[in-house]
C-alpha cells in the first residue's frame, strides 16, 4: 500500500518561502499524477498544484500562479512545492495526493492522500 508523507510545513512571516516535500512509500509513485492541495479552516479542500508522472504537464490554481513550483524525482519517489512570497491567505494544512491517469489538473480519482502538514503565515 502506498503511503504518502509531507514535510516542511511551518511558521513563516509573510512574503517568506517554504519548500514542502511528499515522499511515497511504493514504486507506483512514478505512473500516476500528483498534486497538492490545502484546506484552510472552515473552507473546503481546494487544488493548488499538479504535475503528471513524466514532469510534463503542470498545472496551478490561480491563487498560487507565479508563487508557488510544483515538482517531482520519481527516482526519490518524492514531489515538492516551492512556495514563494507566501501570504497570510495561504495559511492552511497542505496535503499531497496521487491520483488515478496522469491528468495534471488531478481530475481522476485520488488514490491515496498523506496526513497533510501545517503551513501558517504570519502578517
Known amino acids: 500500500q502506498v503511503q504518502l508523507v509531507e514535510s516542511g510545513g511551518g511558521l513563516v512571516q509573510a512574503g517568506g518561502s517554504l519548500r514542502l516535500s511528499c515522499v511515497a512509500s511504493?514504486?507506483?509513485?512514478?505512473?500516476?499524477?500528483m498534486g497538492w492541495f490545502r484546506q484552510a479552516p472552515g473552507k473546503e479542500r481546494e487544488f493548488v498544484a499538479g504535475?503528471?508522472?513524466?514532469?510534463?504537464?503542470?498545472r496551478y490554481a490561480d491563487a498560487v500562479k507565479g508563487r508557488f513550483t510544483i515538482s517531482r524525482d520519481n527516482a526519490k519517489y518524492t514531489v515538492y512545492l516551492q512556495m514563494n512570497s507566501l501570504k497570510p491567505e495561504d495559511t492552511a494544512v497542505y496535503s499531497c495526493?496521487?491520483?488515478?491517469?496522469?491528468?495534471?489538473?488531478?481530475?481522476?480519482?485520488?488514490?491515496?492522500w498523506g496526513q497533510g502538514t501545517q503551513v501558517t503565515v504570519s502578517s
Open positions: 495526493a496521487c491520483a488515478r491517469g496522469n491528468d495534471a489538473g488531478m481530475s481522476g480519482a485520488i488514490r491515496y
Open positions: 504535475i503528471s508522472w513524466g514532469s510534463t504537464a503542470i
Open positions: 511504493a514504486r507506483t509513485f512514478g505512473a500516476d499524477a
